[in-house]
């Protein structure tokens, strides 16, 4: 056999021992999700009625908050689809409905704005809003923000979107809505890409609302990550703004709750800062948020953010914790989403270190469903909300 020959051989060998060895790791990666849970199945029917939080002893009527959400449905000259983030409107109108608020719905425009629906994050709180009658004709009738009356809200909270970055920052009544609120002592909210409703926010001595207080929103590293031409389609990108008008920007880690509080103004960074976002302002609106059952998607949050402050044991031991509890099983995707984040990052130890983790929640899932097995009486039963 010739040497060149000899190469090409060795060259293949190689090879197919490579392809072998990354359809070995894939079967084995995918091994370690969740298998198909009946009780998703059904999910997409999922009504308001079958929310135990929303619907049981649910408080008096405590008055209205305003959640507005962006008119814009295309990105700038790019005409790239967008709207409002249907999930971070759904999530945190069942948090303030479920404390004994009443919740309207507003847009620069008026009327039905377009909207982001992502089927892959999708909950049982976000199909039982799609199947709400009442918050579908409100989303479906928003007001339009020059005819929003102040006076009947005791809080506004914006909506993410991307397209809150064309339509929000000059929209004068939505300035307007905000200073006044900032000066009555109102409550004001926004999570992921809602701040840009505070950009442009002056107050009556001339300094822009921002100037020195600590927010949070949709960071420059997320916005980039996902769209890497960003900075040509968006007018902005977000963090700058912020910046730029005077804001203590906070910036979390990258696609994990953070949550913001200065005083009545109240930001979250991304739609994972949804729930966290919604309870503070129920919080600071003076009454102590109704107890809700956290779902997997925010488990598989507090496990990643564990991680990344005290390290991998300690994320471990909140594994264990979490799995012994009457609580949603950990959300396994999306550990295993932030393992390949951090994989295309080039952080090859980080990635390991959330596969292992990821095995473990697995681990832990076999052990009790083992000891389920063996223990009479009827099963434990567990969340199916994502």
């Given at each position: 056999m010739s040497r060149k020959k000899r190469i090409i051989k060795r060259a293949l060998i190689v090879f197919t021992g490579l392809v072998v060895s990354v359809i070995g790791f894939g079967y084995w990666f995918m091994s370690l999700l969740h298998p198909i849970d009946p009780a998703l199945l059904n999910m997409e029917s999922t009504t308001p009625d079958d929310l135990s939080y929303v619907m049981e002893n649910r408080p008096p009527y405590r008055g209205k908050?305003?959640?507005?959400?962006?008119?814009?449905?295309?990105?700038?000259?790019?005409?790239?689809?967008?709207?409002?983030?249907?999930?971070?409107l759904a999530r945190?109108?069942?948090?303030?409905?479920?404390?004994?608020?009443?919740v309207d719905v507003a847009s620069p425009k008026g009327g039905k704005p377009p909207v982001v629906i992502d089927d892959e994050?999708?909950?049982?709180?976000?199909?039982?809003?799609?199947?709400?009658?009442?918050?579908?004709?409100?989303?479906?009738?928003?007001i339009a923000m020059q005819d929003v009356n102040p006076e009947i809200y005791e809080a506004i909270y914006f909506v993410g979107g991307k397209g809150t970055?064309?339509?929000?920052?000059?929209n004068q009544y939505i300035q307007s809505i905000v200073r006044r609120y900032h000066e009555e002592g109102k409550?004001?909210?926004?999570?992921?890409?809602?701040?840009?409703?505070?950009?442009?926010?002056?107050?009556?001595?001339?300094?822009?609302?921002?100037?020195?207080?600590?927010?949070?929103a949709f960071t420059n590293q997320e916005e980039l990550f996902l769209i890497k031409d960003a900075r040509s389609i968006f007018p902005f990108l977000l963090q700058d703004k912020l910046i730029e008008h005077g804001a203590d920007f906070k910036e979390g880690h990258m696609y994990l709750e953070?949550?913001?509080?200065?005083?009545?103004l109240i930001t979250g960074q991304n739609p994972w800062s949804t729930w966290a976002v919604a309870e503070a302002m129920v919080s600071q609106l003076g009454y102590a948020p109704k107890h809700r059952n956290k779902t997997g998607e925010e488990l598989s949050v507090e496990v990643l953010e564990t991680f990344e402050?005290?390290?991998?044991a300690q994320a471990k031991a909140l594994i264990n914790h979490s799995?012994?509890?009457?609580?949603?099983?950990?959300?396994?995707?999306?550990?295993?989403?932030?393992?390949?984040?951090?994989?295309?990052?080039?952080?090859?130890v980080k990635a390991v270190k959330i596969v292992g983790l990821l095995k473990y929640v697995k681990s832990v899932g076999n052990r009790q469903q083992n000891e389920s097995s063996k223990t009479p009486g009827p099963p434990r039963e567990t969340s199916a909300e994502k």
């Open positions: 908050i305003l959640a507005v959400v962006t008119s814009c449905g295309a990105m700038g000259e790019s005409k790239k689809a967008t709207g409002y983030e249907m999930s971070e945190a109108y069942y948090v303030f409905v479920a404390n004994g608020f009443e994050d999708m909950g049982r709180f976000d199909h039982a809003f799609l199947n709400d009658t009442v918050a579908q004709s409100k989303v479906s009738n928003t970055l064309f339509d929000f920052p000059q409550v004001v909210g926004a999570v992921c890409h809602g701040p840009a409703a505070l950009i442009n926010v002056k107050l009556n001595n001339g300094n822009y609302l921002l100037k020195g207080r600590p927010v949070s953070q949550v913001v509080k200065d005083g009545n402050v005290y390290g991998y799995s012994n509890a009457e609580q949603a099983p950990i959300n396994r995707e999306l550990l295993a989403v932030h393992s390949i984040l951090a994989a295309m990052q080039w952080d090859v």
